[in-house]
């Protein structure tokens, strides 16, 4: 079985208002100290170990599902994890 | 300044029922593989040096306004950015 933590994140050109709505509520909570906020999301999958190479699996997903590539940027990390 | 990444994810115990529904369309994709999917929040702050300290100023950001800790758990990476 693998654990496989995806992250998805506006492109940098892309405008983010969600970000920038929390930004602001936090100003007005008195953190003055944040400059940037961006939102982006994440994906915890638990994924059956199969004949498929599990990294261009996940990949695939990412592109085909997952993330939204003409705004989004995705990453993503896998773990094995060993169950006895 | 500081590059803080806080990930958002519901408790164990609360039904993801977005989750499920992405796991359905990888199913019908033919993603066999995935046996769980949850979805959480991945937000990027750049928060700027201040005689308050970062830590409890994140975990605060959290506590009061970005992190619902009823239905969801956080945690956080802090990453001090050196500018030149």
Redesign the interface.
């Known amino acids: 079985?693998y654990k496989v933590k995806v992250?998805?994140?506006l492109r940098e050109s892309v405008l983010d208002p969600q970000?920038t709505a929390?930004q602001q509520?936090?100003h007005s909570?008195t953190?003055n100290?944040?400059?940037?906020?961006?939102?982006?999301?994440?994906?915890?999958?638990?994924?059956?170990?199969?004949d498929?190479d599990?990294d261009q699996?996940v990949k695939?997903?990412c592109e085909?599902?997952?993330a939204n590539t003409v705004i989004e940027d995705y990453r993503y990390e896998i773990e094995e994890v060993i169950t006895q």
Chains 1, 2 share one sequence.
């Open positions: 079985m992250f998805i994140t970000g929390v509520s936090l909570m953190y100290e944040v400059k940037d906020v961006r939102i982006g999301k994440y994906l915890e999958l638990a994924i059956e170990k199969s498929r599990v699996l695939e997903m085909r599902l997952l």
